[in-house]
């Protein structure tokens, strides 16, 4: 049985920094792409940032790119979002997912999911 489970979030002011860890088990973690997302209420899911299953390459959103940086650490199956300067609209959701091998930005294309954790940014 695959779980995701993301920690690290909380509530913080703007221009505060907070570091988003999730913890894989039940699959092989080294062959899998794994991406943050978050949703604010009312809105769509969205991805943040993702990282290649060998933590070569990363893309960003725009949104956070310069603010975020996303890293992995195979042998401990856990994947990590640094993220810097937060502002108020970066208020969400975070989850973080996986699938096979590349990254990809759209929510669809991954097939594991985690249960999300609460970032609020008060202003």
């Known amino acids: 049985q695959v779980q995701l489970v993301e920690s690290g979030g909380g509530l913080v002011q703007a221009g505060g920094s907070l570091r988003l860890s999730c913890a894989a088990s039940g699959l092989t973690f080294s062959s899998y792409a794994m991406g943050w997302f978050r949703q604010a209420p009312g809105k769509e899911r969205e991805f943040v940032a993702g990282?290649?299953?060998?933590?070569?390459?990363?893309d960003y959103a725009d949104s956070v790119k310069g603010r975020c940086t996303i890293s992995r650490d195979n042998a401990k199956n856990t994947v990590n979002l640094q993220m810097n300067s937060l502002k108020p609209e970066d208020t969400a959701v975070y989850s973080c997912?996986?699938?096979?091998?590349?990254?990809?930005?759209?929510?669809?294309?991954?097939?594991?999911w985690g249960q999300g954790t609460q970032v609020t940014v008060s202003s």
């Open positions: 990282i290649s299953w060998r933590g070569i390459s990363a």
């Open positions: 997912a996986a699938r096979r091998l590349s990254v990809a930005t759209t929510p669809v294309a991954y097939t594991y």
